[in-house]
Every structure is written in structure tokens, then in C-alpha cells.
């Protein structure tokens, strides 16, 4: 490895399991030398998360809830009570009621619409908020996002809305940071395997066809969008922001399906 993390710290947000993005760009960013911290919501998420951060040798892990405000400050307070700064912050948190990614989106209600933007955008300018106050030297806030934000995709429905609307907050961050050296960036995967997609309606199929018609005709590893990160987050990104970088084998840039499957 190169090291090019070595001497960085950060906050990874959002490991569910050993299958979550998350986690995937937590190891690249632990194998190019990064010491890391790891938030988690309740109990049983910590339960998870404590076996693989002790695996990267991290013991910094904070319950933190993004719906409020005292847990926010608390877990950005404990980061600054034990390092000072922060070199970067992984945001990996979303989220909507399943049982409004299966019908249609009109039907979307109220309550579920401003869980979801609160959740899946609100909370990551939030963050951005107070990761900045401890980014003296400049840094990295990274956001991960989905296609479904500019083009409409079976059972996203409200998540696009969300998506899209995180997307803007990137480059709004992006120009509203720029002056303090911090970059603020999204990775946007095509269909993964794992407990977030799983609660996407027809996820298996969606995987299925974008494995078989991408140009690449394969989907995303997680190897590939942790490697982004790492250069996100690295010296090598130091003139990259207000970026969606599309991991997804190149399946945006088609127009139509490949001919063998029409």
C-alpha cells in the first residue's frame, strides 16, 4: 500500500455490517494508513460495528443519533475531546419507510417524505456543520448517493427526491467550504448488496440487469468505491469537490440496454 493516509483521521458514519459501503471504504481508508472513528445508532448497531472497527484497530466508536441535536454535538464533542481535529468525515447514513419504495411515488405521505430529506440530506449538512469546526487544516466530507436522484428508478421513488436533494447540498457545501480548504464530495455506486439496498422493492432484479448490461458488465465492489474515497479523502483529491463520481461500471452512460437483452 501507499500509505496515502497515514497521519489522517476521520469519522466513518453508517457501518451496518461487513457488507455495507460503508465498511468497504473504512478498510481502504484504514489499509492506506487512516486512524478511524465509527458512530452507530442504539445498541444493536454497536453490537455490529464494535467487532469490525476493533478489526482496523479503531477504538473511538460514539453512539450517535442524527435526528438529534444533543447527540450530534456530543459525538462531534467526544471527536474533539480525543484527536483535536479531524482530517475527514464518511457520511453513509440514509433512510426511508420500505413501505413506500414499492408503490408509487405520488402516494408518498407527509411524514415519510420529511423523514426521509431530514434523514438522507438534512443530516449530512449537519454534519458538515460541525465536522468543519474541527477541520482546522482544511479536509474531506464524502456522502454517497445514487442515480435514482436525476433519473427515475424502479421502487426509488421518495429516495430519489432525497438523493437529489443531497446532491445540491454537495455543491452548495462545496462553495460554502471551499475558503476553509474543506472539499465536500459524493460517491455514487450502482446497485449494491447490501442491508440498505436490500430494502429497495426489486433490488435483486435491478442488480441482475445493471451487472448485465453496464459496460464494464459488472456492478460495483466495494474495493472500487473504497479506492475512491481513498482519493477523495487523500492529498490526491485535494482539487476535487462539488463532484458526484459515478462508481457503476459505466452503466449512466447508457441510453438503452444492451442489444442482447431489448
Not at 15 to 28: F, K, P
Not at 107 to 128: G, H, M, P, Q, Y
Not at 187 to 205: C, D, E, N
Amino acid at each position: 500500500m501507499a500509505d496515502l493516509m497515514t497521519g489522517k483521521r476521520g469519522l466513518v458514519m453508517g457501518v451496518a455490517n461487513e457488507r455495507s459501503i460503508a465498511w468497504g471504504i473504512a478498510q481502504a481508508l484504514a489499509a492506506e494508513g487512516a486512524e478511524l472513528a465509527f458512530t452507530y445508532q442504539g445498541e444493536a448497531f454497536g453490537k455490529r460495528v464494535e467487532p469490525l472497527a476493533a478489526s482496523l484497530g479503531s477504538k473511538l466508536l460514539i453512539d450517535a443519533d442524527v435526528m438529534n441535536d444533543d447527540s450530534l454535538d456530543a459525538a462531534f464533542a467526544m471527536l474533539a475531546a480525543e484527536w483535536g481535529s479531524i482530517d475527514f468525515v464518511v457520511h453513509a447514513i440514509a433512510f426511508s419507510d420500505k413501505n413506500e419504495l414499492t408503490g408509487r411515488f405520488i402516494n408518498t405521505s407527509r411524514e415519510n417524505f420529511k423523514t426521509s430529506l431530514t434523514i438522507s440530506c438534512f443530516s449530512f449538512i449537519d454534519v458538515a456543520r460541525r465536522a468543519a469546526a474541527i477541520m482546522p487544516n482544511g479536509g474531506s466530507l464524502i456522502t454517497l448517493t445514487y442515480q435514482g436522484s436525476n433519473r427515475v428508478t424502479p421502487f426509488y421513488n421518495v429516495m430519489g427526491v432525497a438523493k437529489a436533494a443531497l446532491e445540491s447540498s454537495v455543491r452548495y457545501l462545496a462553495n460554502d467550504l471551499g475558503p476553509d480548504k474543506i472539499r465536500v464530495n459524493a460517491i455514487s455506486p450502482g446497485p449494491m448488496k447490501t442491508l440498505a439496498g436490500a430494502a429497495i422493492g426489486g433490488a435483486r432484479k435491478t442488480f441482475r440487469h445493471t451487472e448485465a448490461n453496464s459496460p464494464l458488465r459488472s456492478n460495483a465492489t466495494l474495493e472500487a468505491i473504497g479506492g475512491t474515497a481513498v482519493y477523495l479523502a487523500s492529498d490526491y483529491g485535494a482539487c476535487t469537490t462539488g463532484e458526484i463520481i459515478l462508481v457503476d461500471s459505466g452503466y449512466h452512460v447508457l441510453g438503452m440496454p444492451q442489444p442482447e437483452h431489448l
